[in-house]
């Protein structure tokens, strides 16, 4: 399954964990190095 856009991918997921029974987050990771910071 592929998507246009990153909004397209959170909605669908969204709407899915919803009919599924769990919810969801929206996180993102950013990198330098070795390092990882949320």
Known sequence: ???TTLEDAE???RN???AA???T???STNRKGNEIKN
Do not use: N
Request: proline share 0%; glycine share 6%; net charge positive.
């Open 1 to 3: 399954m592929t998507f």
């Open 25 to 27: 987050r929206v996180r």
């Open 11 to 13: 909605k669908f997921y």
């Open 21 to 23: 029974g769990f919810s």
């Open 16 to 18: 899915y964990a919803k």
